[in-house]
């Protein structure tokens, strides 16, 4: 009983102060009690800052071609048995224009560390998208200062980049080549040079602990991350890891909600990855915290090759139709579809 109460007073005291110690923060994760309740908490502190409104933000992976070898991931390059394509920077627009006719106000472009893609191709792309009068998010990876602030010039609003783990021997074990230092030095950067920034983690990594699940939010509360993307790890037969065990819908949304509870005005994310473990992910993730989603609006054959992970949904679907899908979905719960940009609004409570 006296266990209970103690669980449910730091509920509480997350959702009022928007603060917790490691310690609390583990104390939540390592016990499925509370969760009810935890997802309550975090409903209503959504409801509080961010409102009833759902953003929709039109995802385009226009490119399937990476440098690095993420342990997980299945665009990783040595994985061969994906086939590779790009998308010209005139399609990339193209595609762009056809999620503003769908009504989309936002489009994230996201792809694997590309060079093809240089700061003259992007800056093309990115004027551009933003002559459609669009926010404009990118997704494409570890880049030096200079670009970032190229991009930034060009009219780019948004990055999101995700650190994945803050878990120093976790993350240079799954990302050979790439340093956690770097990545933390990168989102950095991007603050800095006035990018609404987005991050966010996997769940359930092999040797992942709820101590560095708990830091990975505390994390994301120190940078103050306008956007945070949550997802359990899905393991992928075409990777080194295809015989690790993989994260939980639960587990998963477990950190949602708790990141929710310390960034109580962030934009967050119902994820694809959280829909490929339970059919009603994301509105189940939309009623436990988050604010956002993420439809996809690749034409074409295009979206069945992003293959980060098996199971993803809407590989065989239109953007027309994942449009109406992700529409229904969201009025069902008695929740409205934003028409504004979906800025984040700093500490306003609705
Ligand atoms: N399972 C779940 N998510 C994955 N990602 C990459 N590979 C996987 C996987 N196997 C995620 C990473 C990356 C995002 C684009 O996709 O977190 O940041
Ligand atoms: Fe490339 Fe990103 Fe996949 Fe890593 S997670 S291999 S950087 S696409
Ligand atoms: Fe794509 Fe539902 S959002 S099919």
Redesign the pocket.
Same mark, same amino acid.
């Given at each position: 009983m006296k266990a209970l109460k103690k669980l449910l007073d730091i509920i509480d005291k997350a959702s009022t102060s928007h603060v917790l110690s490691k310690q609390e923060i583990i104390s939540l994760l390592s016990t499925d009690r509370i969760d009810g309740q935890l997802f309550h908490a975090a409903d209503r502190v959504r409801a509080a800052y961010v409102g009833d409104e759902v953003h929709l933000r039109g995802l385009i992976e226009f490119s399937n071609i990476c440098k690095q070898n993420c342990l997980y991931c299945g665009l990783r390059w040595e994985n061969t048995a994906v086939r590779r394509y790009r998308l010209q920077p005139e399609t990339i627009i193209e595609f762009a224009a056809k999620a503003k006719d769908y009504g989309y106000k936002t489009i994230v472009l996201q792809s694997g560390e590309d060079e093809f893609y240089t700061v003259d191709k992007l800056q093309q792309i990115i004027t551009g998208i933003k002559k459609l009068d669009l926010a404009l998010t990118l997704s494409i990876g570890e880049k030096t200062r200079a670009e970032y602030q190229a991009y930034r010039q060009a009219g780019a609003d948004r990055y999101l980049m995700r650190i994945e783990t803050t878990d120093a021997g976790l993350y240079s074990a799954l990302h050979p080549g790439m340093s956690l230092e770097n990545r933390k030095g990168c989102l950095l950067d991007l603050k800095d040079l006035g990018y609404e920034v987005g991050t966010g983690c996997l769940v359930g990594l092999p040797n992942q602990s709820v101590e560095s699940l708990a830091e990975d939010i505390l994390f994301f509360k120190e940078l103050d991350a306008d956007m945070i993307g949550l997802g359990p790890f899905i393991p992928n037969e075409a990777t080194p890891l295809k015989d690790a065990k993989g994260g939980t819908f639960e587990a998963s949304l477990k950190v949602m909600a708790i990141t929710r509870l310390l960034l109580p005005d962030a934009n967050i994310p119902a994820t694809t990855a959280m829909?490929t473990l339970n059919k009603n992910g *994301?509105i189940i993730a939309l009623q436990s915290g988050a604010n956002v989603?993420m439809?996809?609006v690749t034409e074409g054959e295009y979206r069945q090759l992003y293959a980060l992970y098996p199971g993803k %949904? @809407?590989i065989n679907?239109t953007p027309a139709? @994942? *449009?109406g @899908? %992700?529409t229904g979905?969201i009025l069902s719960i008695g929740r409205k579809i934003s028409e504004e940009y979906g800025y984040r609004k700093k500490n306003t409570v609705v």
């Open positions: 829909e *994301r989603a439809p996809n %949904i @809407c679907d139709h @994942c *449009r @899908c %992700i979905k």
